[in-house]
């Protein structure tokens, strides 16, 4: 928010505070009263004023109204008032890491609750959150593969391409690890290095087997390949795409019903093929928050991103120099008629006077 000073809040919300200003102003004003009236059933006016000669002097009121703008100054300061701006360069370091996300008919399989697509989609959702100034991009695979999403810090972006993934969106049936491995390769775009990541998320049925070729090639190239297995070794049938189950369940040319397992030995020597590691997901929990903090956030980061960014110079320290002023000033308040400086109690003040007294 910015005022018609040309003076920007970053707190705006907090000079609501100001509105109690008035209600402090009437209970200094009540409290006031209030002790006067104490004073004038103990004594009359003419002793009051030896007894507390600061009782009815202005420096009283003086007091409260350095009170009352030491707060309000404080409550300024709060709001963090800002004006004017410098220009400051702005340098972004991450990691670059595709996600390789499996859409053949065996991730429809759900020995991993809703389905081993369904939750895959979920953990990389829940992985956003642990990015932080890195890029992401999306690659979908099947029997071949295309770059869904290239790498991008608009999060915004991938989520939706992340979202529109299905089973069916590769006109190709069948699954190709290696496809997959190339075409991250690809996206990658000469930012290979050890600053580069693959996540690769499959059950691991490869029907093409050159996988661990692809993943030896692209770690020479300074990609590591993290692989992630969706399913169980025990397996599970495919329920046929868009009939939740309900309609039966994929079949062979033979006519048997179809059962799709994890391949787990295959999907380890491809991780280990490509410089990475391996993780099994389980019914609870995927485990790539962990893959992610243990081993991708602990590579070697470098510039992803550099801008020009407009810094606005902060001002709260005027006005709480002017609050530390207001109360130091109302610690030692000024006896208008005498010319006396009085502290806060009154009792052992130091009298002082100037030489030029009126006779």
């Keep these: 928010m910015t005022d018609a000073l040309g003076i920007s809040w970053q707190f705006p919300w907090r000079l609501w505070l100001l509105a109690a200003i008035p209600a402090m102003i009437l209970f200094f004003a009540v409290t006031r009263r209030l002790r006067r009236r104490r004073l004038e059933g103990f004594a009359e006016a003419a002793l009051l004023a030896k007894l507390a000669p600061g009782a ?23 709001a963090g008032p800002r004006y004017g701006f410098h220009w400051e360069k702005v340098r ?4 670059d ?12 399989a759900r020995d991993i609750k809703p389905s081993r697509l369904e939750r895959a989609k979920l953990a990389v959702l829940d992985l956003l959150s642990l990015l932080k100034g890195d890029r992401v991009g999306l690659v979908a695979f099947a029997g071949t593969a295309f770059l869904h999403c290239p790498l991008t810090l608009d999060y915004g972006a ?16 069948g699954t190709s690890l290696a496809r ?5 390769t690809e996206g990658f775009a000469g930012r290979q290095g050890r600053r580069a990541a693959l996540v690769l998320i499959t059950d691991g049925e490869d029907h093409e087997g050159d996988a661990q070729q692809a993943a030896a090639k692209a770690a020479e190239m300074g990609i590591r390949i993290f692989v992630v297995g969706m399913g169980t070794e025990e ?25 799709t397992r994890l391949e787990r030995a295959t999907l380890e020597k491809v991780a280990e093929a490509g410089g990475g590691v391996y993780v099994q997901a ?28 407009q810094r606005h110079e902060q001002r709260f320290q005027i006005a709480l120099a002017v609050a530390l002023a207001l109360l130091l000033i ?30």
Aim: glycine share 10%; net charge positive.
């Design 56 to 78: 009815w002097s202005r420096s009283e009121l003086l007091r409260d109204l350095f009170r009352v703008g030491a707060i309000a100054a404080l409550m300024v300061a709060l």
């Design 158 to 173: 991938f989520t939706e391409a992340l979202r529109a993934v299905q089973v069916g969106i590769i006109p190709r049936g």
């Design 235 to 259: 397996g599970e049938l495919i329920p046929l795409p868009g009939k939740g189950g309900e309609g039966g369940f994929m079949k062979d040319r033979e006519g048997k019903v179809v059962k």
């Design 282 to 309: 389980s019914e609870g929990a995927v485990g790539l928050d962990e893959l992610f903090r243990e081993h991708i956030a602990k590579m070697e980061k470098a510039e992803v991103e550099s801008s020009i960014a």
């Design 92 to 95: 972004r370091e991450g990691i």
């Design 97 to 108: 890491l595709l996600i390789a996300l499996d859409t053949s008919n065996s991730m429809l």
């Design 180 to 184: 997959a491995i190339e075409k991250a």
């Design 330 to 359: 109302e610690a030692v308040a000024i006896d208008l008629r005498g010319f006396r400086l009085l502290t806060l109690k009154g009792n052992w003040a130091r009298a002082w006077r100037p030489k030029w007294r009126a006779n």
